[in-house]
Nanobody, 123 residues
Framework: QVQLVESGGGLVQAGGSLRLSCAASGRIFNTYSMGWFRQALGKEREFVAGIPWSGGSTAYADFVKGRFTISRDNAKNTMYLQMNSLKPEDTAIYFC????????????????WGQGTQVTVSS
């Protein structure tokens, strides 16, 4: 089993920044992809960003391109999401996830999920 713990969420004004972290522990695979998803109240979970083991070829949803940056530190088994220029519509619970396979924008491709961290952006 792999355990994932997100942190760094909170309340921020529009235009502000937050940095989310996702720490992985347990039975870590030799190589794995990681991703961030979010779910706003009353909406379906959606892909935000993904990153392969190597850290290259990152992927982003169109609505966060140029504002969010995903990164990872494999030595620490930790992934990050730097969120800048936040908008009220970014308000959601943000989840991190681990996949044994390649980076994907599909939630079903991920094998383990964290509990999520709330991000609230006020106008």
């Amino acid at each position: 089993q792999v355990q994932l713990v997100e942190s760094g969420g909170g309340l921020v004004q529009a235009g502000g920044s937050l940095r989310l972290s996702c720490a992985a522990s347990g039975r870590i695979f030799n190589t794995y992809s990681m991703g961030w998803f979010r779910q706003a109240l009353g909406k379906e979970r959606e892909f935000v960003a993904g990153i392969p083991w190597s850290g290259g070829s990152t992927a982003y949803a169109d609505f966060v391109k140029g504002r969010f940056t995903i990164s990872r530190d494999n030595a620490k088994n930790t992934m990050y999401l730097q969120m800048n220029s936040l908008k009220p519509e970014d308000t959601a619970i943000y989840f991190c996830a681990v996949s044994r396979g390649s980076t994907s924008s599909y939630a079903r491709a991920y094998d383990y999920w964290g509990q999520g961290t709330q991000v609230t952006v006020s106008s």
